[in-house]
């Protein structure tokens, strides 16, 4: 959308009171709102605000342009100055919404990407932020340097290129874009490429472990993959420890019965250990011999809230 649209958009605004529907915005004429503009808009987030979810105002774009051609149409002739602009309203028939459910978030999210040049209302990667900070070593925190030995990275594949190499056997060159909008590069070689081809498909949320690519031609971040897990996978393939710190200041006798019942909610397969730290600073571990607990996140979460999430940790 153009600077002029927008400008003529925010004085339309300010004279005619705030939009509540796509059929107001389709008001302002073809010249402004046309069905591109429109589109992007609706993608973009940008009518979040208006009547509707996002799939049912999309489904309304070509209804709302031909009331808005209708409208401007009239208010043009000779005859629609002889009324009301109450009268005139009512003689245009405004589509009901149709009943549709919105748009599934990934969607949502690759659209305002499209769109903007970055996600608006969320991120694809946000559920697994916490798998993301235990478990990988690049793309999570806002750093430039890419000087690591050997990379543990999650993200959003997009991008991929199956090629062929001279004896005709299929690797590939795809992006993964990560949780703090760095792009890595992978190159996948024929022999990891046939072990790991189903993941690599476009808008797939994975988990790589790779190598850093010896060519340095350029700024980019390029990893030759080695590796490559299902995401949602890497807490139970990588941990079979849950730690509990415990601070002699603590003053409640029922702590560990507490994280007992908290533990015998959750059974799984990790060892549960606690971190006594006495008032030197000395920390003795005590595994449990016989209970195992899950390291699934609404067992985390649970012993976050009672211990405090810098005391809770898994490995």
């Known amino acids: ?93 405004k589509n009901p919404l149709p009943e549709l459910d919105d748009w599934p978030e990934a969607e949502k999210l690759n659209y305002e990407k499209e769109m903007l040049g970055f996600y608006l209302s969320g991120n694809p990667l946000d559920k697994h932020i916490d798998d993301l900070r235990i478990f990988t070593n690049f793309g999570v925190q806002n750093l430039k340097t890419f000087n690591q030995s050997f990379y543990k990275i999650g993200g959003r594949i997009f991008d991929t290129k199956v090629l062929y190499d001279k004896k005709q056997n299929p690797w590939c060159i795809s992006r993964l874009e990560c949780y703090n909008g760095n792009i ?93 730290v006495n008032n030197k600073g000395l920390v003795q571990k005590i595994q449990s011999d016989n209970l195992l607990i899950s390291n699934e996140s609404a067992c985390v979460k649970m012993l976050e809230d009672k211990m405090g999430s810098k005391n809770v940790w898994i490995s």
């Open 184 to 276: 890595v590069e992978l190159f996948t070689f024929s022999d990891v490429y046939i072990k790991y081809k189903d993941f690599f498909i476009n808008d797939n949320i994975i988990y790589i472990e790779g190598e850093p690519s010896k060519k340095d031609n350029d700024d980019s971040f390029k990893v030759i993959t080695k590796k490559v897990y299902n995401i949602s996978e890497i807490r139970s393939k990588f941990s079979n420890k849950l730690n509990i710190k415990i601070d002699f200041k603590i003053n409640n006798k029922d702590i560990i019965n507490d994280l007992y019942e908290i533990a015998t909610q959750f059974p799984g397969k990790c060892n549960f250990i606690l971190h006594l």
């Open 1 to 93: 959308m153009g600077y002029k649209s927008i400008e003529q958009l925010v004085k339309y605004r300010s004279e005619n009171g705030p939009f509540k529907t796509i059929f107001d915005l389709c008001k302002m004429g073809s010249q402004v709102m046309n069905k591109k503009v429109l589109e992007s808009l609706i993608k973009s987030g940008a009518c979040d605000e208006l009547e509707g979810n996002r799939a049912q105002q999309y489904k309304l774009i070509n209804n709302a342009l031909k009331f808005g051609q209708k409208y401007n149409e009239d208010i043009n002739s000779a005859q629609s100055s002889l009324f009301s602009s109450e009268v005139q309203n009512n003689t245009y028939i």
